[in-house]
């Protein structure tokens, strides 16, 4: 079965930098486009940063030039780079991926907290 674990949230002040990562089973992962979403309490939960199965990425624009998405396809893992965190950037933050069935399904990793101080 599908299985994605994050790593690397925690806390961290305001400027600061952390390292997400999320490794991935059950899945032929050189294919598969990877994303990282977040939820912030109260709020839905939004895109981040994606990256396809060729290197292409995609960013929101609250995170553009701040945070890289990149994955090791020998090493089954995607990565997201945050530098500059600021307290909005505090949320749970969630890899994913998905596949077709003749629908779209849906696939998440368990979450990892990421909080900034100001």
């Known amino acids: 079965q599908v299985q994605l674990v994050e790593s690397g949230g925690g806390l961290v002040q305001a400027g600061g930098s952390l390292r997400l990562s999320c490794a991935a089973s059950g899945i032929i992962f050189r294919i598969n486009t990877m994303g990282w979403y977040r939820q912030a309490p109260g709020k839905q939960r939004e895109l981040v940063a994606h990256i396809g199965s060729s290197g292409g990425t995609n960013y929101a624009d609250s995170v553009k030039g701040r945070f890289t998405i990149s994955r090791d396809n020998a090493k089954n893992t995607v990565y997201l780079q945050m530098n500059s965190l600021k307290p909005e950037d505090t949320a749970v933050y969630y890899c994913?991926?998905?596949?077709?069935?003749?629908?779209?399904?849906?696939?998440w990793g368990q979450g990892t907290q990421v909080t900034v101080s100001s």
């Open positions: 994913n991926t998905n596949r077709w069935a003749g629908y779209v399904i849906n696939y």
